[in-house]
């Protein structure tokens, strides 16, 4: 039976997860295999569902601007 290797780190050393009913985990990264950083539709919508705590960028600069907005009246009114 030949491995094919993992698509996240591209090592052949896998093992049996019991957590994952037996599914093939790299040893390496711990990736499931059959998933990784090969694309496809749904990959990208997980991957960034794991960054909660990280905002675009388009959102930092929308906090900036009502900081702005609200702060400087604030200060000077």
Known sequence: MSVRPCRQCGSRSFRADRSLAGRLVCTRCGTPQGQGGGGGGGSALRRS?????RLPFWAWIAVGVLVVIVVLPALFG
């Open 49 to 53: 569902s794991v960054s909660v705590g």
